[in-house]
């Protein structure tokens, strides 16, 4: 219970971040985008202050032995590069410059019921079942 | 210059950083929202009702706002339809096989310092700048 809670207020105050930042404007952060055009770096600064923040956070909070509410920490291990992450960012940097709208933004905006909006949650969770749906395909060629 | 215009950002990444910086404390995870999203609706590890907490926590902040800051619901999306369903099939798709988006690769990976998140990261600024810069190119309509 405390860890769903714990979950929950997270996100809350990360979407709240988000609109005071200006993320769940597409307008804002396709003009954050159009370096070659109108640039507005406004949106940089999100970024700038995220990173100050957890970048010093983070490496307190790794002293400890385990997290307050579980036994350990789960962050990923990998450092190779591969293609699957290389594209994958490339397909997602595509969508979120034809839209405006990356995950969480685009969900915490979904509340202004704005067609443009629900439209894109609606396709971004369709384009997460047919990731699924091709992985499986594929794997399953494979054996 | 508008100081606002530069100190909202600021501010509200610090807040992004610092929920982040909560949910690690507290859960030992990432905060990673496509992760999240797609943990949610692909239930396979029986851990899947923080994701959807944190879900419903998105959507909590979506009416927050609407009452403390209502001009960051002020959309204004220009373009037909098909504009928007495209960019969601492309931003889910994306970020399944990417393992993350802005949140996991761009705030979390990045203080960490993941070779992995750094890669992820410049290549969909970069890519979501061309894309901007072709449609201005070719489209016109932004």
Known sequence: MKLILSAFLSALVFGVGLGIAGMTLPTKVIGFLDVTGAWDPSLAFVMIGAIAVHSVSYRMIMRRPSPVLTPKFLIPSRRDLDAKLLLGALIFGVGWGLGGFCPGPALVASVSGHASVLIFVASMVSGIYVHAGLMKFLNAKKR | ??????????????????????????????FGISGILGGALLPSKGDTAWRFAALVGFLAAGFLLT?????????????????????????????????????????????????????????????GAATVALMRLFGGAL
Request: with cysteine; hydrophobic share 50%.
């Open chain 2, 1 to 30: 210059m508008d100081l606002n215009q530069f100190l909202l950002p600021l501010i509200g990444g610090a807040i992004i950083g610092f929920s982040a910086s909560l949910l690690l404390l507290m859960n030992g995870r990432i």
């Open chain 2, 67 to 127: 009452v403390i800051y209502p001009e960051a619901l002020a959309i204004k999306a220009e373009g037909p339809v098909g504009r928007y369903v495209a960019a969601g099939l492309l931003v889910g798709f994306g970020t399944q096989l990417g393992s993350g988006c802005t949140s996991g690769h761009g705030v979390c990976g990045i203080s960490r310092l993941s070779p992995r998140s750094i890669a992820a990261t410049l290549t969909f600024m970069t890519a």
